[in-house]
C-alpha cells in the first residue's frame, strides 16, 4: 500500500509443474507486505505453501520444478516475480539473503567453512584473499562462533547442528542484504539452542536494520519474537496481524491454532485440536479452504471464491468473509 | 504402587575408532503402574539411549532392567516370550518408521496377528476398531503411508504399537516431526490412554508437552539424570542450573 513498504507481495500464486501437460496450485493468493527493519513471522501447517513462497522471494523456484504463475512481488520497488536469472544473481544473495530450511543439511558437506563462507562473500566485486579471511573472521565474530580462526577449517560434520546454523546465517547477512528470508531455522534445534539463534537474528536486524522473515510451524514461537505474523493454510495467506495480537485475531484458523498452545491449559486439561487435516494440495475445495475444519461455517463461506482479504487496520488483515459476525468486529 | 520397570546402574557405552563414548552413565530409573514419566534434555544427552534400553532394543554396557521385577534379558535376548507384548515403542520420526510398502492397516494386522490371534479376519476387524479409535477411518487405513499427513501416520504407528496390548508405551520425542494441530491430537490420543490404565515413558525436549502430560520427570544431561521429581515442582522451582536454562528457552 504505501510506498515505505519494502517488500509487497500480492496475490501471488505459485503453480508446480507435474507432468509436461499436468500442473499443480501450490501457491494461491498470498498478500502481505513487509515494512524496513520488521521482523515479520511466517507461519502455517506443513504443506500450507510457507516454504515456496519462501522461495519465489529468492528466485529458487525453478530448481524445484515451479514458478510464479500471477501475482506480483516487490521488493525495494522492483518486481521480482518474473524476473530473468540475471536480475536474480544481483538481488539473491546481495539484497535478500537466505537461511534455508534444514540446519543440519545446510552448508555443503565437502566444502571447509572457510570456502562457503568466501562464496558468500566473493559475489559481487571480488576480493583479495586476505581481504575475504578478515571479513569471514568477522562474520563468524557476528554470529558468535568462537576461535573462529579454527573453525574456517572445519568441515560442516564437525559442527554442532547450532553451529551450523550460525554458519548459515553468517553467509546470508556476508553482503549487507535488506532482507533475510529464514526457512524454519530452529526446526530441529534444541529448545536452548533455538533461543539462542533467535536471539541472534534479533540482534542481527537491530545492528544492520536487516528486515527479516521467519518463517516457522510454531505459533508461540514466533509470537514472543517478532512484530508482524503473517498466517497461511492451504496455499493462502489467511490474516496477517501483529504480534501482540494474537487472541485479538480475526480468522479462525488462527484463534484456533492460538488455543490449541499446550501451555495455555492446566496439565491434562481440555485440549482445543482443530478437526481433521488441511486439504491436499490439489484438493483444494472453492471458498474459504478452512470451511470443512471450521466451527462458524456458513454456506457463503463455500460461495464466495475467491475469499478477499479484507483490510480491517493498517495493520490488520484477515480472510474471513465472516470475522466481523464471528469476533464482534472490535478492532 | 508397584514398580512396573525398574532400572539402576545402567549404563551404554559406544565404542568408536578405539574411543569409549559414554552414552549413558550410571543411571536409576523406575516407572510406577499407570504412571506417565517424561525425560527431558538437549539432543546428545543419552535420551533416545535409555529409551532404547528400556524398550530392549539396546543392551546395557552395566546394569539391567526389571520388568515387574524379572530381569528383561535372558542371554542375548530381552523381553522374552509374552514379556516382549508389555513393552512397546513409538518412535520419533513418522516417516521412516512405517513401511512405505505396506497399507497402513496390514501394517497394525501383521502386529495384531503376531501378538493376538492368528485369524486373519478376526484380526482385521480389531486393526479397524484400533485405527478409528486413533482417529484413522477404514477409507484412510486402506491407503499407503506416502498418503497420509505425520499427524496420522504418528498415530497409526501409535495403533500398531498398541496392538500387542501392551502395559508400558516408550515413546521417543513422538511431536517432534508433526504439526500443532496433530500435535494436540496426539496429546488428546495420550491422555485417553493414560485413563485406560496405560503407562507412559515420554522422551521429549519439548516441555511443553512434558509438562502437560507427566507425573514425573527426569532431566538429563550428558548422560545422567541431573534432576528429577514431581513435574510440577520441577517447573516451579528447578534447582539444577541445566533445568533453568532449559525452562528459561521456552517461548512466551
Known sequence: MSKQNLLEID??????????RKRLRIVDTASFNLQPGQLLGLIGESGSGKTML????????????????????????EELAHATKRQWQKIRGRQIGYVPQSALAGPNPVLKIGAQLAEAINQGEKKSAAEVRSRAIELLELVQIRRPEVVLKQYPYELSGGMKQRVMIACAIAQNPKLIVADEPTTGLDVTVQAEILDLLKRVREEFKTSIILVSHDLQMINSVCDDIVVMHAGVTVEQLSAGQVQNSLHPYTRALYESRIDLVEPRGRLATIKGQPPAVGAWPSGCRFADRCDYVQDRCRNTDPIPFFKISESHMSACVRHEEIFGGKK | MTRIIDATNLSVTFKS????????KNVEFHLNEGEVVGVVGESGSGKSTLARVLAGLQIPTTGQVLYMGEPIQRGSVTYPGEMRKAVQMVFQDPYSSLNPRMRILNAVVEAIIQHQT???????EIALKLLKRMGISETDARKYPNSLSGGQRQRASVARALSAQPKVLIADEPTSAI????????????????????????ISHDLGVIRYLSDRVYVMENGVFVESGNTQDIFNKPEERYTQKLIASIPK
Request: glycine letters at 8%.
Open chain 1, 11 to 20: 496475490s501471488v500464486r505459485i503453480d508446480v509443474r507435474v507432468t509436461r
Open chain 2, 118 to 124: 492368528r485369524d486373519r479376519a478376526a484380526a482385521e
Open chain 2, 179 to 202: 504439526d500443532q494441530s496433530a500435535q494436540s491430537q496426539l496429546l488428546e490420543l495420550f491422555t485417553d490412554l493414560m485413563a485406560d490404565g496405560l503407562s507412559i515413558i515420554l
Open chain 2, 17 to 24: 575408532y578405539g574411543y569409549e563414548i559414554p552414552a549413558v
Open chain 1, 54 to 77: 519462501c522461495r519465489s522471494l529468492v528466485g529458487t523456484l525453478l530448481r524445484r520444478g515451479a514458478y510464479v504463475h500471477s501475482g506480483s512481488i516487490k521488493f525495494d520497488g
